[in-house]
Nanobody, 115 residues
Framework: QVQLVESGGGLVQTGGSLRLSCAAS????????MGWYRQAPGKQRELVAT???????NYANSVKGRFIISRDDTENTVYLQMNSLKPEDTTVYYC?????????WGKGTLVTVSS
């Protein structure tokens, strides 16, 4: 059974930084794409950033230049370094991992940016 567990969310002031982590465990290895989405109440889920197994990255325009995605395949972990945070970044962040044609999801971690 595959599980993804996020950590690192919390409360931060505008302009501050947080680092999210998402560790995959269970029968999972050689993960393909990994990444992060976010979803605010009443809104559609928004892609934040993705990273391929080869290290290619993709970012939403709203976070380009502020967020950095990375991964550690020895730990089956994906990270999201979030800098220059804004109140509009406040929401729940979900990680995912693609493995053998299945997308696995974490349960989410809340990020709150105070103004």
């Amino acid at each position: 059974q595959v599980q993804l567990v996020e950590s690192g969310g919390g409360l931060v002031q505008t302009g501050g930084s947080l680092r999210l982590s998402c560790a995959a465990s269970g029968s999972i290895f050689r993960i393909n794409n990994m990444g992060w989405y976010r979803q605010a109440p009443g809104k559609q889920r928004e892609l934040v950033a993705t990273i391929t197994s080869g290290g290619s990255t993709n970012y939403a325009n709203s976070v380009k230049g502020r967020f950095i995605i990375s991964r550690d395949d020895t730990e089956n972990t994906v990270y999201l370094q979030m800098n220059s945070l804004k109140p509009e970044d406040t929401t729940v962040y979900y990680c995912f991992a693609d493995f053998r044609a299945t997308r696995y999801w974490g349960k989410g971690t809340l990020v709150t940016v105070s103004s």
